[in-house]
């Protein structure tokens, strides 16, 4: 069965400072991978996706992830975190083509100023 | 373009009642997949409808039921309410040229005492 791991409940970074927040997943065939945000007071969000081709993938707000399929793993980075990251980040995975998503716990970014 | 919108916000009921949830879609879309989301924790695929059809169906018993209507707004439905029902519900509408991409509501937060 397919599932998605998030191992950091929590991250903290300063300001300014580079974010990566990890995800690996568990998947039989080539995986839809999504990063999704959950802000408070608002809904979720996709930040990017993966289905194929390029394993660096970029998404909005300056977030990138790349697709590591001997690792398993689908990380997000950002270089420079500003303030207005701090929210819950969630990855996901596609079940089948209808995207009926598994999601890991989600991390929580904490931003020091 | 309006987005997704879900009613109630937040409601309050207690063990063996039932609920009914609503979700308009995001204007164009024809599939509507609800999420639970216990606190603390991912949302939990529940169901998802396509042209009033259930499309596929999460690990939820069967006292968990929806509807989706000719203009592709949706119904959860939850009879014999448990504890453990209390949670963030959400709804998210998506199109098939949108290829993955969930369009997520702000969630109907139920609390069952």
């Not at chain 2, 924790?41 to 069967?62: A, D, S």
């Amino acid at each position: 069965a397919q599932s998605v791991t998030q191992p950091d409940i929590h991250i903290t970074v300063s300001e300014g400072a580079s974010l990566e927040l990890r995800c690996n997943y568990s998947y039989g065939a080539t995986p839809y991978l999504f990063w999704y945000v959950q802000s408070p007071g608002q809904g979720l969000q996709l930040l990017l996706k993966y289905f194929s081709g390029d394993t660096l993938v970029q998404g909005i707000k300056g977030f990138e992830a790349e697709f590591k399929r001997s690792q398993s793993s689908f990380n997000l980075r950002k270089p420079s975190v500003h303030w207005s990251d701090a929210a819950e980040y969630f990855c996901a995975v596609a079940r089948d083509s209808n995207y009926q998503l598994i999601w890991g716990a989600g991390t929580k970014l904490i931003i020091k100023p | 373009e309006t987005g997704v919108t879900q009613s109630p916000t937040h409601l309050i009921k207690t063990r063996g009642q039932q609920v009914t949830l609503r979700c308009s879609s995001q204007s164009g879309h024809n599939t509507v997949s609800w999420y639970q989301q216990a606190l603390g924790q991912g949302p939990q695929f529940i169901f998802q409808y396509y042209r009033e059809e259930e499309n596929g169906r999460g690990n939820f018993p069967p006292r968990f039921s929806g509807l989706q209507f000719p203009n592709y707004s949706s119904e959860l439905n939850v009879n014999a309410l448990e504890l453990d029902d209390s949670a963030l519900y959400l709804c998210a509408s998506s199109a098939r040229t949108t290829a993955g991409e969930l369009f997520f509501g702000e969630g109907s937060r139920l609390t069952v005492l």
